[in-house]
């Protein structure tokens, strides 16, 4: 029945050899929040923050940002909430006035924030005051470099200090987290994962940018293949080396929703998703299937692979074994 489905969907997610998996929900509008606890989300693990901008272009301000991101704190709390900061530009919203030829390697997310710093400055003051029960944490988009995230981070320390400074009052510092989405990010994750206190796997644009296929161009949806060994062996790299670096690691993108991808991320040594709130209940009956062994020996096979369809092929084989 559907209460029976529910009731196994807000249980813990745990392999067969009994270990916890994390679910956490992509947010668009807060509205979404409602009935979250249902779908058996253990919190907030994206939240597109841009769906702000009213009509897509007008930036929000400081305190309406502060009363929305407090709102959405307190609900979920004490459960994390990640809100990423405003990722405009690119395919999503046009900030810009200007026309750009190609805007998806353009001006778009942290580099539009650096060049304009009314907009970043605003969106942490709001991000920093809201945080008066301490779960939010901050999520930066489309980092390609180091010196990004320190810039992010030291005008964080700044405000953080600034805020305590004019109210008396702050919560804890949010920590702060890299979008891992861009190739060259995982060229450097060692670095970064050194730097950071979290990094969120967004496989949408990092197999945009790997394939140098654009994520909404129809022509060339058939190359648009997450199971591409370039991005397999990505993904397996990337977590490996935060756990190696301690530091914390979560999928974002929609590839967290594929129980065909599964088995190979819990594999590489995933336990954070964040996936769309509705896919939850779905991919928690797959959780329990699988042994964490069984799942390290699959991402060893797929990452030997050549082909997407002899990795697909793989999954399946494992899927129907299941
Ligand atoms: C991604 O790129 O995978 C992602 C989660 O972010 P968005 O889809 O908002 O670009
Ligand atoms: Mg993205």
């Known amino acids: ?23 956490f929900s992509n947010i668009d509008f807060k509205e979404e929040l409602l009935g979250l606890k249902e779908t058996g989300s253990e919190g907030i693990g994206l939240f597109r923050s841009e769906n702000l901008f009213i009509d897509g272009t007008k930036v929000p301000g400081e305190s309406e940002q502060y009363h929305y991101y407090r709102e959405m704190s307190e609900t979920v709390a004490p459960q994390p909430f990640v809100v990423r900061l405003f990722d405009i530009g690119g395919d999503k919203l046009i900030y810009s006035p200007i026309r750009e030829p190609n ?3 353009g001006w778009r997310g942290i580099r539009i924030l650096i060049d304009v710093p009314e907009i970043l400055e ?3 003051r709001a991000v920093i005051r809201a945080n008066a029960l301490g779960n939010i944490n901050i999520l930066i988009p489309m980092i390609t470099s180091l010196d990004e995230i320190m810039t992010i981070c030291a005008m ?13 009052v702050a919560g ?22 050194k730097c950071v206190d979290f990094i969120s796997l ?21 190359l648009f293949e997450k ?9 397996h790299r990337v977590i490996a080396t935060a756990q190696k670096n301690h530091c914390r690691v979560a999928l ?8 065909l991808a599964l088995p190979f991320l819990i594999g590489c040594g995933l336990r954070k998703f964040s996936v769309v709130s509705a896919d939850i209940a779905n991919l928690k009956r797959f959780v329990s299937r699988y042994s964490v062994a069984e799942t390290e020996a699959l991402a060893l096979e797929c990452i030997k692979l050549d082909s997407a369809q002899k990795i697909k092929a793989c999954l399946e084989t494992f899927q129907a074994e299941h």
Do not use: W
């Open 252 to 259: 974002c993108g929609d590839m967290g929703s594929d129980p």
């Open 202 to 222: 967004g496989t949408n644009d990092l197999t945009q940018y790997t394939l140098a296929v654009d994520r909404n161009n129809v022509i060339v949806q058939d």
């Open 227 to 235: 199971f591409h060994p370039a991005i397999i062996r990505q993904l």
């Open 1 to 23: 029945s559907n209460a029976d489905a529910s009731l196994t969907a807000t249980l813990p997610a745990s392999t067969k050899c009994g270990v916890r998996i994390n679910f």
């Open 103 to 105: 805007p998806n390697l």
């Open 122 to 124: 605003n969106q942490l």
């Open 172 to 193: 804890e510092k949010p920590e702060l987290g890299a979008m891992i989405e861009v190739p060259a990010a995982v060229e450097i994750i060692d670095e970064i994962t």
């Open 156 to 168: 964080v320390d700044r405000l953080h200090a600034e805020v305590i400074e004019q109210t008396g």
